[in-house]
C-alpha cells in the first residue's frame, strides 16, 4: 500500500500556471542581469549582487548542472539530476545552489532546501533572499526560529503555490509540507540526517532533480559517486584573496605549538585546540 509519510501530490492552481507564464518571460531579461553581475566590475570591484567571481572549479561546478544545450547540463537532460558537489568550506558551494535554485523557478518550478541546523538555515534563509529578492523570487524558511502561526502562514502560501523557494531543516519531511510543483531539491550537509531522515528524503528524489552540498561526504555516499552511481563534482580552487589551507603532521612538540599560537595572536586570529584529554 501506499506510504503514509509519502509527500502527497498537490494539483497547481489557475494562479500557479500564469504565473509559469510570467516567469518564462522574465528568463532573458534575468539571465542578462546574472551574466552582468557575474563579471568582475571595470574598476576591479566586485557587485554587491555577486561577492566573489566564480573561481575556475567553482565556474565549471556552476556550469555541469546549468549549462544549456550540452551533455554536461544535468537540469537540461530528461532524466532527474542527482549530483553531488564536493568543496571545502568557502569554496562556493552555496554560490552552485543559488544559481541552481534560480534556473529553477525560472523553469516555473519550486525548491527545497534542505539544511541540519536552524542556524543554518537562517544564514542560508538570508543569503538565498538577498539575491533573489531582487528578481521577485520568494524565499521563505520555516524551523523553530518561526513561530507556529507564521508557519501556518508559510505553508498555506506553499500549498498554494505562492512560494518559490522554501528553506528548511528536517521539518520540510512532516506531512504538512506540500509542494504543487517541487523540481529541485538541495541538501546541504547530507551525512549529518540520520537514517530516518534519509529514508524520507529518498521519496522526494523521485523525478526531482537533488543536488547535494558537502565538505566532508560520509564513505557511503562517495562510494557511490566513484562507482557512478550518482554524478560528482568537485570545487579544487579557491575564492581570489583565500591563502589555501596548510596541514602539519608532527611529534608533540611544545614549543612548536607555542609559537604557532602566539603568532595566530598577533595577528588577530581564532584558535581551536583539540586534545583528547582535557
Not at 69 to 74: A, I, Q, R, V
Not at 89 to 98: F, L, P, Q, S
Not at 227 to 252: C, F, H, K, Q, W
Not at 272 to 278: E, T
Request: proline fraction near 8%; aromatic fraction near 6%; charged fraction near 25%.
Amino acid at each position: 500500500g501506499r506510504n503514509s509519510n509519502a509527500p502527497r501530490p498537490v494539483e497547481p492552481t489557475n494562479a500557479r500556471r500564469s504565473n509559469k507564464v510570467k516567469v518564462r518571460g522574465l528568463i532573458p531579461f534575468c539571465c542578462k542581469y546574472l551574466s552582468k553581475i557575474s563579471k568582475p566590475h571595470p574598476s576591479g570591484k566586485q557587485s554587491s549582487k555577486t561577492p566573489n567571481p566564480p573561481s575556475n572549479g567553482r565556474g565549471l561546478a556552476i556550469k555541469t548542472p546549468l549549462r544549456k544545450g550540452n551533455s554536461n547540463g544535468d537540469m537540461e537532460k530528461p532524466e532527474p539530476m542527482d549530483r553531488l558537489l564536493c568543496g571545502d568550506v568557502g569554496y562556493g558551494k552555496t554560490e552552485v545552489a543559488i544559481r541552481a535554485a534560480f534556473k529553477a523557478v525560472m523553469d516555473g518550478k519550486q525548491v527545497a532546501v534542505m539544511v541540519p541546523t536552524t542556524v543554518l538555515a537562517q544564514q542560508h534563509f538570508m543569503t538565498f533572499k538577498e539575491r533573489m529578492q531582487p528578481f521577485g523570487v520568494k524565499v521563505e524558511m520555516v524551523s523553530r526560529f518561526c513561530t507556529p502561526r507564521e508557519q501556518k502562514r508559510i505553508l498555506n502560501d506553499l500549498e498554494n503555490g505562492q512560494v518559490d523557494v522554501l528553506i528548511g531543516t528536517h521539518r520540510l519531511l512532516q506531512q504538512d509540507v506540500l509542494f504543487p510543483d517541487l523540481g529541485l531539491l538541495v541538501i546541504d550537509e547530507e551525512q549529518r540526517f540520520g537514517v530516518a531522515q534519509k529514508e524520507k528524503i529518498k521519496r522526494w528524489k523521485t523525478g526531482v532533480d537533488v543536488l547535494t552540498l558537502s565538505a566532508t561526504p560520509i564513505p557511503r555516499t562517495l562510494h557511490l559517486a566513484l562507482v557512478n552511481g550518482r554524478d560528482m563534482s568537485v570545487i579544487e580552487s579557491p575564492p581570489e584573496e583565500r591563502l589555501p589551507v596548510e596541514t602539519y603532521v608532527a611529534e608533540y612538540n611544545p614549543g612548536m605549538i607555542k609559537e604557532a599560537l602566539e603568532r595566530e595572536m598577533r595577528r588577530g586570529g581564532r584558535i581551536y585546540y583539540v586534545h583528547n584529554r582535557v
